[in-house]
Antibody, heavy 116, light 108 residues
């Protein structure tokens, strides 16, 4: 069974940085593309970033240049390095496994709050 | 960017009725569209991919149809556990995935 557990979310000041982690199990992590998707509480879903199994990376316009996605295939972990955070980045952040181009299995999320 | 517009924003039905949810794309996405279900406090769950294919373990009362710019998610004989928010998502404009704003299916 696919299992994804996000961590690292917390309260951070505007302009600050944060690194999110996602521990994966139950599938061959190194073979799959992975995504980060976020959701402002009470609002809709926003795709943030993706990384291919070969390490190719992709970002939404809203985070490009500020966020970096990377992976550790030895330890089955996905990361999202977030810099220059603003109040608009406040959201629940989910990691998800890709299935044929769609975020398939999702973790339960980690909450990032950007506030002074 | 492909914009996905879902309608209605809220759909009020009684258990046993049929739910019809719509998703319209601002440009053709062929059949590269998925549907998700999200319940309060939970992560989204993939229901339908490539417009009409049910994901693993999804009951047959859920079906998807459409291509190009107009898509429909149909839930036959709505059950109490189906009341949730539903989102569509396109992967045609890779890597710029986008989601619709959601349709809330509520109990009438």
């Amino acid at each position: 069974e696919v299992h994804l557990v996000e961590s690292g979310g917390t309260l951070v000041q505007p302009g600050g940085s944060l690194r999110l982690s996602c521990a994966a199990s139950g599938f061959t992590f190194s073979s799959d593309d992975m995504h980060w998707v976020r959701q402002v509480p009470g609002k809709g879903l926003e795709w943030v970033s993706a990384i291919g199994n070969a390490g190719d990376t992709y970002y939404s316009v809203s985070v490009k240049g500020r966020f970096s996605i990377f992976r550790d295939n030895v330890n089955n972990s996905l990361f999202l390095q977030m810099n220059s955070l603003g109040v608009g980045d406040t959201a629940m952040y989910y990691c998800a496994r890709d299935y044929s181009g769609y975020p398939d299995s999702w973790g339960q999320g980690t909450l990032v709050t950007v506030s002074s | 960017e492909v914009v996905l517009t879902q309608s209605p924003a809220t759909l009020s039905l009684s258990p046993g009725e049929t739910a019809t949810l719509s998703c319209r794309a601002s440009q053709s996405v062929d059949t590269a569209l998925a549907w998700y279900q999200q319940k309060p406090g939970q992560a989204p769950r993939l229901l339908i991919f490539d417009a009409s294919n049910r994901a693993t373990g999804i009951p047959t009362r859920f079906s998807g149809s459409g291509s190009g710019t107009d898509f429909t998610l149909t839930i036959d004989n709505v059950e109490p556990q189906d009341f949730a928010v539903y989102y569509c998502q396109q992967r045609s404009d890779w890597p710029m995935y986008t989601f619709g704003q959601g349709t809330k299916l509520e109990i009438k």
